[in-house]
């Protein structure tokens, strides 16, 4: 079985297209029931202009929570995003997390995430699988 970090490394070679349309699409009736204000509008609307079909030009992007000063909070975020923007991201956030606020508040922002900080996350965490893991392995034989 391959690790993840081939598999992320191998997705990242072959882009797939995104349909950032579609995305917008989806979040309209998703959460008709909220206006967006001036700002949010334009950002559907300058989406929906500059992509209106399919396309292979993107980053990846951490959608996060704020704080005050519109700085990311050090929680864990909403997840991670092929986007055409900050915007893009926090559109695709809203939809699967099925809350509005990450798109219609300014709580929320993104951060584009460089191949080599996936990497990096991932040895991370794949070094504290492998340290929780002898812990466990103590704790169910005993010396």
């Known amino acids: 079985m391959r690790k993840f970090s081939e598999r992320i490394n191998e997705s990242m070679m072959y882009k797939d297209p995104i349909d950032p349309s579609e995305d917008i699409k989806e979040f309209r009736e998703k959460f008709s029931e909220f206006k967006p204000n001036d700002r949010e509008s334009r950002s559907l609307n300058d989406l929906e202009s500059n992509y ?3 396309t292979d030009e993107y980053d990846i992007y951490k959608v996060v929570e704020l704080d005050d000063y519109g700085r990311p909070l050090k929680k864990p975020g909403f997840g991670y995003y092929k986007a055409v923007s900050v915007d893009h991201a926090r559109i695709k956030a809203s939809i699967v997390n099925s809350r509005g606020d990450i798109f219609l ?15 990096s996350e991932i040895k991370s965490l794949e070094l504290k699988k492998q340290n929780i893991q002898e812990e466990i392995d103590n704790l169910k034989n005993p010396l």
């Open 52 to 54: 209106p079909t399919m």
């Open 105 to 119: 508040t300014g709580f929320f922002g993104g951060v584009k995430v460089t191949e080599s900080s996936i990497e």
